[in-house]
T-cell receptor
Framework: DQQVKQNSPSLSVQEGRISILNCDYT??????FLWYKKYPAEGPTFLIS?????DKNEDGRFTVFLNKSAKHLSLHIVPSQPGDSAVYFC????????????FGEGTQLTVNP | KAGVTQTPRYLIKTRGQQVTLSCSPI?????VSWYQQTPGQGLQFLFE???????NKGNFPGRFSGRQFSNSRSEMNVSTLELGDSALYLC??????????????FGPGTRLTVL
């Protein structure tokens, strides 16, 4: 039962353009969502998060949008840089589960110079 | 501030053996969670420890166990290893102060290979 899904295993964009990574979830009890970035041989690094009471959160080049009715969130990276090339994981949690995160399968982003 | 450290970084075991992995959280962090990452299943939650007590548990068999010490350091143990246990095991720590929604910081992981 995959409660968090990232349907695109890979995404390739040109440097300077926008990268849009998508994530869908099925459990309506999730109320907090996070994006992590992972380089090979390293652990995931926290990028940005959003609470279910918001529909947008912005941090520099990174913006996360949440559409609760569609159970969909997306991560926008503008402008994309070659150093952004990594695997991006979407994760969700619910207040009753403490620190437990449910992750999507990840999307490999490649930003071409 | 030092990050989350995990030892060892790489481990090779044979079927039937047992293994213990160690995680030292960021100083001051009281919650430690463990995750298993495999190519087919992605990142799967194993369990979480807070103040030496298991607070959450994922859907893994009883062969997977853990504990947390008074200094918040944590260990996980896998007994009777199976080939399918080959994975990257990640540890994450968080502050867990006044609320649940604390950013989790991950260590580099321990790569376990079972032959």
């Amino acid at each position: 039962d995959q409660q968090v899904k990232q349907n695109s295993p890979s995404l390739s964009v040109q440097e300077g353009r926008i990268s849009i990574l998508n994530c869908d979830y099925t459990n309506s009890m999730f109320d907090y969502f996070l994006w992590y970035k992972k380089y090979p041989a390293e652990g995931p690094t926290f990028l940005i998060s959003i609470s279910s009471i918001k529909d947008k959160n912005e941090d520099g080049r990174f913006t996360v949008f949440l559409n609760k009715s569609a159970k969909h969130l997306s991560l926008h990276i503008v402008p994309s840089q070659p150093g952004d090339s990594a695997v991006y994981f979407c994760a969700a949690s619910k207040e009753t589960s403490g620190s437990r995160l449910t992750f999507g399968e990840g999307t490999q982003l490649t930003v071409n110079p | 501030k030092a990050g989350v450290t995990q030892t060892p970084r790489y481990l090779i075991k044979t079927r039937g053996q047992q293994v213990t992995l160690s995680c030292s959280p960021i100083s001051g962090h009281r919650s430690v969670s463990w995750y298993q990452q495999t190519p087919g299943q992605g990142l799967q939650f194993l369990f979480e420890y807070f103040s030496e007590t298991q607070r959450n548990k994922g859907n893994f068999p009883g062969r997977f166990s853990g504990r947390q010490f008074s200094n918040s350091r944590s260990e996980m143990n896998v007994s009777t290893l199976e080939l399918g246990d080959s994975a990257l095991y990640l540890c994450a720590s968080s502050l867990v102060g006044t609320g649940f929604y604390n950013e989790q910081f991950f260590g580099p992981g321990t790569r376990l290979t079972v032959l």
